[in-house]
């Protein structure tokens, strides 16, 4: 069964960048399009981004367009998403999630069948 663990959050200045990862394991990461979504204190779950199994289509929400990127290295089956730009307003636990599509990027938080756990990111002076 696949499993995900995020790690490379922790807090930044605004301005500031990071990289988080998304290190897969028990299957390939490549047999999964690849989300990130995050969660502030008080607030719903809300979707980030997206990367196609094939790692050919990203697709992001409008707050982040620009700033942030994904993309997935195979031979560590691992999926990244980094940061650039950040704002107090990114400050959230971000997860990742898998979901069994191909040929796009997955969406929708329903179609995702496995997540991590979550690892925190504060944007803060």
């Known amino acids: 069964q696949l499993q995900l663990v995020e790690s490379g959050g922790g807090l930044v200045q605004p301005g500031g960048s990071l990289r988080l990862s998304c290190a897969a394991s028990?299957?390939?990461?490549?047999?999964?399009?690849i989300g990130w979504f995050r969660q502030a204190p008080g607030k719903e779950r809300e979707w980030v981004g997206s990367i196609s199994s094939s790692g050919l289509s990203t697709t992001y929400a409008a707050f982040v367009k620009g700033r942030f990127t994904i993309s997935r290295d195979s031979a560590k089956n691992t999926v990244y998403l980094q940061m650039m730009s950040l704002k107090p307003e990114d400050t959230a636990v971000y997860y990742c999630?898998?979901?069994?599509?191909?040929?796009?990027?997955?969406?929708?938080?329903?179609?995702?069948?496995?997540w991590g756990r979550g690892t925190q990111v504060t944007v803060s002076s």
């Open positions: 999630a898998a979901a069994q599509v191909l040929g796009r990027a997955p969406i929708d938080a329903h179609e995702f069948a496995f």
């Open positions: 028990g299957s390939t990461v490549d047999n999964y399009g």
